[in-house]
T-cell receptor
């Protein structure tokens, strides 16, 4: 079985500051890793994903994440926060078997202070 | 349509009522998933279809929950004798079964009074 831990249920950053959202996973087999963003009253939108290959993954809206197997981490970063980044962010893991069902963390709500 | 659609977007039910939630996946997607997202939590897996076959229903919380996809496209999640703890957002997702990304619909917010 796999699991995801997101450190910090709420993160606040100033506009223009670095965004760092932390995610650690547990999986007995090589995982696929994802970051999704959810705006109020909307579904989940994929930001980026890691499957194989390069461990630094770039996504939409200037976000990137690095897969670190030794640390079982997949932290999400963005160099400069924008007001439009305020949303809830979910890290998720799936394994390369069966249905590829996603196991999500509890989410981190990002606030951006002007 | 271009994306996954769900209806209704909002549903208020009295405790004990039956409800039916609909999902229209992206055209051509063979795989369809249902997730339940309680307030302040991440989504949790309920069930998975490949075409019309329900291959995994391990996440369904009780026998009051039932899902079907009879023709391999539209899916319906039915909850019988709703309870207050069923209040949540129900998300549907689809993919083509060969890649890993799931595309999510906007969800149905269910409130059981």
């Amino acid at each position: 079985a796999q699991s995801v831990t997101q450190l910090g249920s709420h993160v606040s950053v100033s506009e223009g500051a670095l965004v760092l959202l932390r995610c650690n996973y547990s999986s007995s087999v090589p995982p696929y890793l994802f970051w999704y963003v959810q705006y109020p009253n909307q579904g989940l939108q994929l930001l980026l994903k890691y499957t194989t290959g390069a461990t630094l993954v770039k996504g939409i809206n200037g976000f990137e994440a690095e897969f670190k197997k030794s640390e079982t981490s997949f932290h999400l970063t963005k160099p400069s926060a924008h007001m439009s980044d305020a949303a809830e962010y979910f890290c998720a893991v799936s394994v390369r078997a069966g249905s590829y069902q996603l196991t999500f963390g509890k989410g981190t709500k990002l606030s951006v202070i002007p | 349509g271009a994306g996954v659609s769900q209806s209704p977007r909002y549903k208020v039910a009295k405790r004990g009522q039956d409800v039916a939630l609909r999902c229209d996946p992206i055209s051509g997607h063979v795989s369809l998933f249902w997730y339940q997202q309680a307030l302040g939590q991440g989504p949790e897996f309920l069930t998975y279809f490949q075409n019309e076959a329900q291959l995994d229903k391990s996440g369904l919380p009780s026998d009051r929950f039932f899902a079907e996809r009879p023709e391999g496209s539209v899916s319906t999640l039915k909850i019988q004798r709703t309870q207050q703890e069923d209040s949540a957002v129900y998300l549907c997702a689809s993919n083509n079964g060969q890649v890993e990304t799931q595309y999510f619909g906007p969800g149905t917010r269910l409130l059981v009074l």
